[in-house]
């Protein structure tokens, strides 16, 4: 039986390691529904996973790899310092389907599925506005492509909505054991309302650990960006207290389409298995969004995909209240109060 081959490019080491077992799980349960649904035009589907690591030159490396593997299409859920790489190594070869939240930037060949920044932000500042009071901001991230370009669009965003931004704070990646009392005092003397957190991946978990050894976890709530399931894991009750998020995905989602995700990916990868969580069912999504894309091409070969309109393919997702989207469907926004291990979803904005 003749193949067609997928590419999945995920960061399986460095910060945004954490992500890679639920992307993976993920991205196995879209090609094992496609392929019980016969495939692409009866061509069993092959996933082809790459280590895309944190540099941009070893995720140019493995997504070159697999188009010399025959991929159609590659996913890529990786840092936003390897996307642009990617996206332009890749352009006129095959579709690059991106498939995370980031940041808004100048034009590239990618084909993004997940939402930009601004819209997550927005909408959010103003749920922190009106159920937590906050008038007083301090803004802390990683210190790399992605916070440099939001952390400052958020602060502008909360002075236009007439509030405070009463420090900002940048942190090396791997800076982990560097979160010693001088800098969470930092903040403390700061007096801040919220804290608003672009900390990327595993770099979270100190910072929160960090915040509740002073004190500070019941004191001073944190709204993050890309904190999900797999960093509460890392963390205590004491440490996640006052903890909430926002994303366009939670695994706690009370949606047909969700609840239909979640039992298929329990029943298939048992009990034990990571949390899905927004990356991960990002790259599911990704997945079927490809199959889409070569399914509307009416082939399995890369150049014919590379012309179609995009926002005209219909996928099958987890996150939207219906089972097909396309990328022109408003992605859901959704603002979460960390509880144990998972996010217990409070608002739709």
Sequence with gaps: MSKAKFGLLISQSGPTGLWAPSSINSAVLAAAEANAAEGIFGSEVELLIRDAGWASESAVTAAQ??????????????????????????AGKVPFIYTPNFEMDTPEPTIATGSTDDLLIEPFLEWIEQNLGARRFFIVGSDYRWPRRTMPMCAKMIT????????MMARPIGTEDTWDDHAVETIKQANPDVVIVFLV??????????????????????CAIATDESVLCALSQNESDGLYACANYFASARTTPNCGFMERYWSTFGEYAPIPNAYGQSCYEGLNFAFALAKAATCGSAQPLLTLPPRKVSFKSARFDTKDANLGTRKPVLVAQAKGMCFDVLARL
């Design 201 to 222: 991946g595993d770099q979270s978990i100190p910072f929160y650990r960090a915040f509740a050894r002073a004190g500070l976890s019941k004191m001073i709530p944190r």
């Design 160 to 167: 236009s909505r007439a509030g405070q931004v009463v420090g």
């Design 65 to 90: 790899d697999m188009v010399d593997n025959g991929a159609s299409a590659i996913v890529g859920m990786m840092a936003s310092n390897s996307r642009r790489g990617v996206s332009f190594a890749l």
